[in-house]
Every structure is written in structure tokens, then in C-alpha cells.
């Protein structure tokens, strides 16, 4: 009997584990008092050693003092720094004004937007429910299809979990023992990419169906100059030139960075692209403010809206990026620095206030002991499963699976879809994602790749009808039935669930387009990465000089030293 008990405690450590979750039981508790359970069982039954707890106060004490997770309230209070202090509207109002007056120009700013918040917030919740406040009720006034409105915000909403720096990033990257430098440019490509696809789907949207995206009506358009034209023509200038010199950069930033060190230097594609982007964003920044300060007046009203709107937070998050890319700093370091950039932002532009700044701080606090608690939980489940030798278990399972490496893909994708219907992202990477990556890794399967990979999975299950987690929060702020709206005077109809779910449909299959696009082509993800170093042990030299001086070793004597 014992031994059939012995035998089978990591099936039934994970059977407990589910029946807690599904009594509702918070997710940090379950899997710790699974783990703790088992264990004294495992003890109990002397299948286990009595010292086998002994160990779990420095595995907690590590946990605590992991310098990678430091991140996680660095880039969320970074991201709600930005967001509560006014920067989505404002953003939502001037991108809104560029691209209102072409048709799908609203659903266009709204995808922009909706991937700078992603960005900023890493944080799926506060994505949709922003953007769903500020820009449902416009596109509503000006006669969107509800659908489309609907599955604009959920999607880019749910661009929290690919887009760097992202907080789901640094999470994956330290469950599966890899740098979140590495993850942070594997995810890059395919994140603006997939951006890419979506507003390519509302252009063509807006060509083959005009009257679901309409333009704004000239009278909703705020920025005029005194002799009435848009200004538009001021800003393509300032934009071409800008992008012709960011262009410029990028094309001889590797011969700037070898003059500038003293040796030849080859830049990756990635850190190229950020650091062009940083330096263009300071450009236009400092043209703008410079044409202000002296009056010159080339810059038309709309084009400093958007330069003094848009461009410091962009140039916050490539700086960021840019200095991880660089090496010059590490993601916490990063962090750090974008949360104390987001402070000095909100004060020059005079938005922060104390209680601003307390509210901020308080939900930074409760979603980094969120995530420390889970952590810990997910520490002490794992730390009994393996002493009962769950991770065999756990290979033995997908050793059966056909296809090898194809086939554990497969299932584990559509495992992590399913799963992501119930569970949070945190909750998955912290309970899953341990038990998957040794597998894959004894698969030969790259790591950074298979973590943008979840990344993406999750993302597109966050979006898929009935259960995904972006459509309950964009319902959770979306008028249910009609409202008079401020603005027109007229009552706009409210918006249904089934509108919500019919909008996220084409954006899922994007995702998984997009998703396919990563399974048959890794290259997306690895070809940024650091190439190993290769060497031949048999052609190795080792080459000591003959006399270090100061009595050190001297050839001519046998005796060394």
C-alpha cells in the first residue's frame, strides 16, 4: 500500500491541487498548503526525510531577495504613474485628432494607444478598463460598429502580455532561469508585428466596410490654425524629417559605437532599432521645445500637441529599453529609472498630487505582494513535488506524446490556452511553466523562444470568447444599455456582451496567424539573441608568461618559484 502511495503522490499532489482551486481557495494558499500537506504525508509515511522542511526558510529568504523580480513594482508603478496622471487621455485625445479624420482613424488610435499602455502598465486589467472608459464612449458617439470598437480595446489591451517592457517578460524570464534582457528582445520583433497585422486588418476593415469605422466630422476636429487649415501638412514635414534622421542613425550607429569604444562593434537589429528610436524621440523633443521657447512658429498646433504628448513617454520606455538592450542596465536598474522618469514627468506637467502618488504606490504594493505570495506558494508546492519526484512524472507524461518536439509544442500551447480561460498569467508561470521548462529543455527546445511563445498563447486566450479575461473587464466598464452622451446630446444604444465577443473573433485569429508564424519560424525570436560561443577543447592554448616579476615564476628555474 505504501509503496502504490509512494508511487502515486505527485498524481495526487496535483489532483489536491485542483480541487482547491476549484473550491475558489485564494491560489498562494492552495499551493502552499498542498505542498506542506504532502509533505508531512510524504514524512508521515517515512517516505520522506524528517530535515525535508529544513531548507524552505532560505528558499523563501531567496525569493525575497531575487534582484530580477525587483522589476515588477519598478514597471508598475512606472505604468501607473503614467496612466493616473492623465497621459492615456491625452494620448487618446491627440492620436485621435491625427488619424480622426480618415475612416477607422479612431479604431487606428486606439491600437497605438492601446500598445503604449501595454507597454507602460504591463498589466492586462488596467489596459482594457482605461481604455474602455476613455475611448468606448467616443467611438460610440461617432457611430463605430460596436464589434469593432469592442475588439480594438480588448486586443490592444491584451498587448500587456508581449509587448517589452512587459511584466509577464520578466515573470517568464526568471521561471525559466533566462535573462529578461534575452526576453525583451526575443519578444520584440513578433510584438510589433502582431501590432502591425492589427492595423493592417482596421485598414483593410476600413476600406471594405467604410461605414462601420466613419471619420470624425470636421466639426470634432479642435486644432485649427488662425487661417484654418488642419496643420497636418506640418506634421508629415516634421515627422519625415525626424524619421530621416532617426533612418540616418540607425543606418551608421554601428560605425558611431565603434568610434565611439575604440573597437569594432556589431550591434544587434533590435538594440539598433530602440537606440535610433531613443535618439529620433530626443530629436524631435528638443526641435519642438526649442521652436516654442523662441517662437518660431514652423510647427503648426497639432504638431506640438503630438510631440509634447507623444513623445516623452516613448522616449521613456525606448530609453529604458534602450540601456537593457545596451547592457548598460539591468531590468531592475531599467525599472528604476522608468518609474523615477514617470514621477518627473507627471511633475513638470504638473499632474502629480499626493493623492495621486498614494494610489499609485498602494496598488503597486498589493500587486507585488500578489505576485510574492504566489511565488512562495508556487516555492513550497515545488519543493515537495520534487522531493517525490513529480518533474519524472511530469517528463514521463510528454515522453508518451507523439511528434516529439512539434507534438509537446502542440499540446502544451493548447494546454496553456485552455488554462488561461481560469487562471491568471501569474498563476500559470509560477505553477506551470517550472514543470514545463525542463522538459523542453531536455527537448532541445530554445527557452527564449518558448517563453514569447506562452507569452503569446496567454495573450490570445485573454481574448477568446466565452472566458477570456479581456472581455469581462471591457464589460465591466462598458454601458450595458443606452446613455445620453454629454457631448452630442443624442442617446447612444449601449454595448452587448455578444458585441464584445463578435469584436474579439477576427483579433483571435490574428493572434493565432501569429502564433503559427512563431511555431514555423523561431528565427522571429532567436535570431536577436546572443550566439554561444563555439570552441574546441582540443585546439585550446593556454599561454603563461615566463615571469610575472616581483620573485614570481622564473623558467630558468626547476624549482618555480
Do not use: C
Not at 193 to 214: E, H, N, Q, R, S
Amino acid at each position: 500500500m505504501i509503496e502504490l502511495l509512494s508511487s502515486s503522490l505527485p498524481q495526487l499532489m496535483f489532483v489536491a491541487l485542483v480541487i482547491f482551486l476549484l473550491t475558489g481557495f485564494p491560489v498562494a494558499f492552495s499551493l502552499a498548503a498542498t505542498g506542506l500537506m504532502f509533505g508531512f504525508i510524504g514524512i508521515e509515511l517515512g517516505l520522506l526525510p524528517i530535515s525535508l522542511f529544513q531548507a524552505l526558510p532560505l528558499r523563501v529568504f531567496g525569493i525575497i531577495q531575487n534582484d530580477t523580480l525587483l522589476a515588477i513594482p519598478f514597471f508598475t508603478l512606472m505604468g501607473l504613474i503614467l496612466e493616473r496622471s492623465g497621459m492615456a487621455e491625452d494620448l487618446l485625445d491627440t492620436v485621435g485628432q491625427v488619424f480622426g479624420p480618415v475612416r477607422g482613424g479612431l479604431a487606428l488610435a486606439v491600437v497605438l494607444v492601446g500598445a503604449l499602455l501595454a507597454a507602460t502598465t504591463g498589466v492586462v486589467a488596467a489596459s482594457v478598463i482605461s481604455m474602455g472608459l476613455i475611448s468606448l464612449p467616443i467611438m460610440l458617439r461617432y457611430g463605430y460598429s460596436r464589434a469593432i470598437a469592442s475588439g480594438a480595446i480588448t486586443a490592444s489591451g491584451a498587448l500587456a502580455q508581449a509587448v517589452p517592457p512587459s511584466l509577464v517578460l520578466i515573470v517568464m524570464a526568471d521561471q525559466l532561469g533566462r535573462s529578461v534582457g534575452d526576453l525583451y528582445r526575443g519578444a520584440f520583433v513578433p510584438a510589433f508585428m502582431l501590432i502591425g497585422m492589427y492595423v493592417l486588418f482596421i485598414i483593410a476593415l476600413a476600406m471594405f466596410k467604410p461605414k462601420m469605422l466613419p471619420a470624425l466630422p470636421p466639426e470634432a476636429l479642435r486644432y485649427r490654425e488662425p487661417d484654418g487649415s488642419s496643420g497636418m501638412r506640418s506634421l508629415g514635414v516634421f515627422f519625415a524629417v525626424v524619421a530621416s534622421l532617426t533612418t540616418a542613425f540607425g543606418l551608421f550607429y554601428a560605425e558611431i559605437m565603434t568610434a565611439f569604444t575604440g573597437s569594432e562593434v556589431t550591434p544587434a537589429l533590435d538594440e539598433t532599432i530602440v537606440v535610433a528610436l531613443s535618439v529620433g524621440t530626443l530629436i524631435a523633443f528638443f526641435a519642438a521645445l526649442i521652436n516654442k521657447a523662441l517662437r518660431f512658429g514652423l510647427l503648426s498646433q497639432i504638431t506640438e500637441r503630438v510631440t509634447f504628448v507623444l513623445i516623452p513617454p516613448l522616449a521613456l520606455i525606448f530609453l529604458v529599453l534602450g540601456t537593457i538592450f545596451l547592457g548598460v542596465a539591468t531590468p531592475t536598474e531599467g525599472g528604476a529609472m522608468g518609474a523615477v522618469g514617470a514621477l518627473l514627468m507627471a511633475v513638470v506637467r504638473r499632474r502629480l498630487d499626493f493623492a495621486t502618488l498614494k494610489r499609485a504606490l498602494e496598488s503597486t504594493a498589493q500587486l507585488s505582494t500578489f505576485v510574492l505570495f504566489i511565488l512562495i506558494g508556487s516555492t513550497l508546492f515545488s519543493f515537495t513535488f520534487i522531493a517525490v519526484d513529480g518533474q519524472i512524472w511530469v517528463e514521463h507524461l510528454f515522453d508518451k506524446l507523439p511528434g516529439g518536439e512539434i507534438g509537446f509544442l502542440l499540446f502544451v500551447n493548447l494546454m496553456v490556452f485552455v488554462l488561461g480561460f481560469f487562471l491568471d498569467f501569474f498563476e500559470i508561470a509560477f505553477i506551470l511553466v517550472p514543470l514545463l521548462a525542463p522538459v523542453a529543455e531536455k527537448l532541445d527546445i530554445n527557452l527564449i523562444w518558448f517563453g514569447v511563445m506562452l507569452a503569446m498563447n496567454l495573450q490570445t486566450s485573454f481574448l477568446t470568447p466565452p472566458f477570456g479575461f479581456a472581455l469581462f473587464y471591457l464589460r465591466s466598464v462598458a454601458p450595458v444599455s443606452s446613455f445620453l452622451d454629454r457631448v452630442t446630446g443624442k442617446r447612444v444604444e449601449g454595448v452587448k456582451t455578444m458585441d464584445i465577443y463578435r469584436g474579439s473573433i477576427p483579433f483571435v485569429i490574428i493572434q493565432l496567424i501569429m502564433l503559427g508564424l512563431l511555431l514555423a519560424f523561431p528565427q522571429l525570436v532567436t535570431f536577436s539573441l546572443d550566439k554561444p560561443v563555439q570552441f574546441d577543447p582540443d585546439t585550446m592554448q593556454l599561454e603563461i608568461p615566463g615571469n610575472f616579476g616581483g620573485g614570481g615564476w622564473d623558467d630558468d628555474k626547476k624549482d618555480g618559484w
